[in-house]
DNA sequence: CTGAAAGCGCTAACAA
DNA sequence: TTGTTAGCGCTTTCAG
């Protein structure tokens, strides 16, 4: 192995050329500054003789683009960012662009902290599921000529592209689903505050939903969970709600962690699903087809999220457009047997 | 919002000082350079104003190190690499780096390339969980001052850091706990070409048990799906091998994508697990508790292996470390109902 | 067909 | 206590 990097400049003095003939070369530009055809196979050789590596740094500085996208969610471990994530690094890479993950824990000065960095590290663009109430910060840190897109969650009349779900209208499938099947105590767990886009949606397909039956929603029916409770608390306070509502004939949640609080939490009441309590969640898990009961769920089209987000930002890169996108794609309700 | 992005040298000349001065003062060294406070704080005072955001690309091309660290993992999408990436995320950060993630789909060539474009990305260096059968091609790519450790999946007697789980013995537990069960017809799914280290182990560590019980091992009890074969293909050939194999009473499947397969296939034989099979898998996931049945299973010390391996590599990076550590975590034995 | 020179934004010797 | 200067490695006018 070399012991020092070797640059365009070893290759030009080697090849006693000027450092920008070696360039252009390398770039693939000797054809259109006329360059010498044997010129050309010198310094192409000469290149891989050294085992020369551009320097991206050096040339991020010069050109002021780094190939770089910055991603922030709330948590990559979460197996519905991950997987995003892996479709959102997929279309990048199609186009030289490298994916700088960052989890923000849904905390909110960690995301801002996060932005920053990305930002001064020079990404080219930024795709976030933001946890945030409101853009005054993120408007406040992110410059407008920084393209920004959202997915899964966003915000009320922004500028920021974003590519979501019909929330809403998927939930109202799931509570369709629940009355076709003569259920009338429906209950709903959700996280408050929820100040997050899906969240809030849900809940609104939930009451728009129960209104279109002319079913009463009684508060005592819906649990708001803590959002940044642990998930003990989370658990302690599902299972009593489930202990305190037993005229509960189905419940919808809506994240594919409470779904699993709920399971639990029947599980120890010695009560079953779906003979006791009917479920269907938000989300779908591959492994929900193997829970006992089998999971009913709502799926998003991942890979189509992240196709766009990426197909968005991309072209914000390129034509500089300043008008911003919403994509809003359909969900899939999974009737499975719970 | 700005037109142009504000540097160093803007605050110099808006100041009158020079941007040597700047650049100390905004990178704490103000006092080491004796610096008068009042200065300073003039300094500091204009970069708030002006909204300055250091550009970590020229900082970075200067100083040779970009804080940043290379992830090449099979993909990102699998929870198993998702959970780690997240705790090597967390540790990479409290030193301030970040993370490019990048999922190599099990492909050698594509590993390759990756890993040529993190190092001409100047990362400071490279965590891998390798695909590849040997080192030769990575030592050809990766030089010797380019720091690299490898986690899950390791090379004989190489010359790179690892960290890793004890997967013969981990195995053996599994078996020891069928056998004490009163399983004597134990059969073994894995993946083929296995030349994965785990995968070599956690057949090794089978073996060995079988051997130590004095049980016969026939090759018709041993499954090797194509590893490169798509899920249907893989899931035929499960179906085809139980259906074959009804004197198994216990199976063992090498990793969480194979044991779905194995759950789906005894589904549609209408044999039930564990009353006809019983069955524990390597890796554990969350879900794995509420399946049908709860499935046993072994569990690596996620957090702590991307814990590990950062701590190694900032080491390396550090000190310049040149002997290799080799760590080996212990696993759990999670024996659930299957 | 090829080269000289400037400069991206920053840091670090070395002067003053 | 502050400033000058020289580059990190690369691309890009502009001149030959």
Known sequence: MNKKRVTINDIAKELNVSKTLVSMVLNGKGNDNAINKKTQKRV??????????????????????????????????????????RTI?????????????????????????????????????????????????????????????LFDRKFENSNYSSVTVDNCEATRQAIDHFVANGHENIGFITLAPSHISPLIDRKRGFIEAMEAHKLKIESKNILELGFYDLKDKQYDQIKDFLEQNK??????????????????????????????????????????????????????????????????????????TKTPKHAILNTTLNIRQS
């Open 247 to 320: 005229d509960l004939t189905a419940v919808f949640t809506t994240n594919n962690s409470i779904v699993v609080g709920c399971m639990e939490a029947m599980n120890s009441l010695k009560r079953s699903i779906p003979k006791d309590l009917s479920i269907i969640t938000f989300d779908d898990v591959e492994l929900f087809k193997y829970t006992n009961p089998p999971l009913s769920s709502i799926a998003q089209p991942l890979e189509e999220i992240g196709e766009q987000t990426v197909s968005i930002l991309l072209n914000q890169l390129k034509n500089g």
């Open 44 to 85: 192409l050789d000469k290149a891989k003789e050294l085992n020369y590596k551009p320097n991206q740094v050096a040339r991020g500085l010069r050109m002021g683009t780094t190939k770089t996208i910055g991603l922030i969610v709330a948590d990559i471990s979460n197996p519905f960012f991950a997987r995003i994530t």
């Open 89 to 149: 690094e997929h279309y990048a890479e199609k186009e030289g662009y490298n994916i700088i993950v960052c989890s923000s824990d849904e905390n909110d000065d960690k995301e801002n902290h996060l932005l920053r960095t990305l930002i001064n590290r020079q990404v080219d663009g930024i795709i976030m599921s933001s946890t945030q109430q409101d853009t005054s910060k993120i408007e406040q840190i992110v410059s407008e000529r920084m393209p920004l897109v």
